[in-house]
């Protein structure tokens, strides 16, 4: 079998390093391989600013911060074929928030997942709980190190349970040291040596030790105290030295420098077991329960040392039946007293040695290898390549629920609000027409489709702050302060476009109702600046609007002749600026793409001529082949957008260029009746709940709202108005495509 590893990997100081290093050894001397690569090769994730020096098996190094790197190694995997890929997950240990990248590498390659959680949070962030339930939903099998993990895994995360395999922690075999040979390398002979390992920080409570020590040493002159390890980098970095400084300190208040000693240094593997071995306790003194896994409590009874502990989780579950004890968080008392009995009782210290050792075989790592390739046979028998089906077919059952909860959060009696801090309104930063004017639109589709309370309260708060927004000529401010004080004169063309475009619906949507009137005065009032209009997103947003207005006065001539000559204007841009491999209306690609092509398709409904709509499917494919081609929906990024000849900017994904996509296919499926469009549309839609570059649902079910975009870190997790109503329209368009689809299908 042929196996690739992702995670860290030694040289780099870390526990999961140290992990993988040894499951790779165990599982290549279970198959007898003389060398590791290149049956088994490591993907291994460097911290940033560090370039270790691999072994062989090392095949791809991926910058922890760099999301490319993650996307490539998914590449690489997939060149390189394996049987199966084992992840070795913690949260710290990829880039992006909550170690989001990782989401990238795992989506994208071809064979059979298993992933190996290193701890499992009872309280998790969304951020974490989605990349949780993404990593098990892409993962053959879960594999956990103890029953409270899957107990987690099933009632926080959902994770079914026959995803979930428990395999302990391995522990070396190495060199079986003689006690009384190491006792003596290490000056222990005449000593009773307690050990605690690992790297220290806060929550290691090695206080709670040297508190518990002065009653013991009263009575146990030759007690002698090691604690070994560095500081942990991430507490040096932000605290320096401090926990250590203090522990020296407390070590001193309490007269104990001839009995505590501390050895700052990280120890290879060996060295390690040899002070396990020569130790007489072990003591993991942890300030809380939350650890689900420790890898050194492992080691500790792995090598048949006696072992006291506070009762976090995994301590809990390892030093059950007798192969172990423990004592109470920050309970120092307790502890002294522990250590009393034993040392008074030291055939209890030997009983607790023998039951560790029993128990300490079973986790030896030939035999935790073999249950990894047990796991990896199943999953390569029972795995197949999914097979791409012709069509994308979206559920409507598997929806979100469409509500208002989020837009109403956001609305008084004013208007929208433009901005959120997460999912609270931003009042600092006021109103603006574009967004009323979406909120305009938004709810009067939901109305047209299916009248409710929300829609009739809000249809007139959006329509009078458009009404209160027109100057006199019939030209738009934009912005308002949310003191209701104007902020700017005249407002931008993309402004008045969406303004028309929201204006021109609502005529179309509600003949017979008062807002149809009050509706068609503030768009009459405008249509001398139509004329007038010289850019590509304002032209097109208004080419919208006049469109659904002349479905409902198809006999208004000069209306039709202005919006004939407005789209040819984009023609005319098109004409300029497309190139054998550049159909398209200027030489970059920026925001609210999809509208341009959108406003075509509707002139051509209109009009009927070739020369519109062969424009409208010709810039569609382009932008297709830029922004569908990996098989998900991946929008013009606006750090940097994409400049004719140039790279395109990945990130920084905005929710209103998904739904110009949505419209855009949907409008193409209603003129073509070419059904690609319509799965085009659908898996468009799915950018929202987590089909894109993150593996992430950009949409909020808890808040209904929509966060503001998708960025190379993560989410930009305010909820705004303009995305969350894009979410909303591309919603309400994708419930019309279902409909229109059974209609076609009858």
Known sequence: MKFAFIGTYPPQKCGIGTFTHNLIKSIGENFGYNSLFPNLYMIAVSDDGHNYNYPPEVAFVIRQTNQRDYVSAAKFINYNKADVCILEHEFGIFGGESGVYILSLINRIEIPLIVTFHTV???????????????????????????????????????????????????????????????????????????????????????????????????????????LGNTHPKVLERHGEEYREYLLRLVKENNLEDYVYFYKNFVPENLLMEYLYASDIYITPYLNEEQITSGTLSYAIGAGTAVISTPYWHAQELLADGR??????????????????????????????????????????????????????????????????????????????????H????????????????????????????????????????????KTEDTVNLMPIYLSFIHYMQNDDGSYRNFLSFSRNYLDEVGSEDCFGR???????????????????????????????????????????????????????????KIKEIMYDLSYKLINFYNKAKSDDWKWFENILTYDNALIPLSLFHASEIYNEDTILNVA???????????????????????????????????????????????????????????????????????????????????????????????????????????????????????????LEYEYEK
Not at 161 to 185: C, S
Not at 530 to 547: C, E, P, Y
Not at 693 to 703: A, G, H, I, M, Q
Request: proline residues 3%; aromatic residues 12%; hydrophobic residues 40%.
């Open 121 to 227: 949070v009872r309280e998790p962030t969304k951020i974490q709980k989605v990349i949780v339930q993404e990593l098990s939903n892409k993962a053959f099998k879960i594999v956990v190190m103890s029953r409270k993990a899957v107990k987690f895994l099933l009632e926080i995360y959902n994770i079914p349970e026959e995803k979930i395999e428990i395999i302990e922690h391995g522990v070396p075999v190495g060199k079986v040291f003689h006690r009384e040979t190491a006792r003596e390398k290490f000056n222990f002979n005449n000593k009773t040596a307690l050990f605690t390992f690992g790297l220290l920080s806060r929550n290691k409570g090695i206080e709670t030790v040297i508190k518990a020590l002065p009653k013991v040493v009263e009575k146990h002159k030759n007690i002698l105290y090691i604690v």
């Open 324 to 405: 172990g004890m423990l004592f109470d968080f920050h309970n120092h008392e307790q502890l002294g007293d522990i250590l009393l009995d034993l040392l008074d009782n030291r055939e209890k210290i030997e009983q607790l040695r023998e039951a560790a050792s029993e128990y300490g075989n079973k986790l030896k790592w030939p035999k935790i290898g073999a249950k990894y390739i047990k796991v990896a046979k199943s999953a390569m028998e029972n795995f197949s390549y999914l097979q791409k089906e012709k069509r994308t077919i979206l559920d409507p059952y598997l929806l979100p629920d469409f509500t208002f909860s």
């Open 407 to 450: 837009i109403k959060r956001l609305t008084d009696d004013t208007g929208i609000v433009q901005h959120a801090k997460y999912g609270i309104p931003n009042l600092k930063e006021g109103y603006c027409l574009d967004d009323n004017a979406r909120a305009l639109l938004m709810t009067a589709m939901a109305q047209f489709k299916n």
């Open 499 to 557: 303004t028309i475009w929201a204006l021109g619906y609502l005529i179309y949507s509600f003949p017979k109702e008062s807002y149809h009137q009050g509706g068609l005065d503030i768009f009459q009032k405008s249509i001398p600046f139509f004329k007038q209009l010289k850019h590509l997103r304002g032209i097109a947003n208004t080419i919208l609007g006049v469109s659904y207005y002349l479905k409902y006065y198809p006999n208004d001539e």
């Open 617 to 739: 499917i010709e810039s569609t494919e382009f932008l297709d082949s830029v922004t569908m081609n990996k098989g998900y929906l991946k929008p013009i990024g606006s750090k940097g957008w994409y400049r004719k000849g140039g790279e395109r900017a990945d990130f920084a994904q905005q929710s209103i260029d998904t739904m110009g996509m949505v419209l855009l296919y949907f409008k193409a499926y209603e003129i073509t009746k070419e059904k690609k469009y319509l799965d085009k549309m659908f898996v468009s839609f799915m950018w929202y709940t987590g089909k894109n570059d993150l593996n992430l649902p950009v949409y909020d079910f808890e808040t209904g709202g929509c966060n503001d975009g998708l960025e190379d870190y993560g989410l930009n997790k305010n909820q705004g108005a303009e995305s969350t109503l894009s979410y909303l329209i591309s919603h309400l368009t994708v419930l019309n495509a279902f409909e």
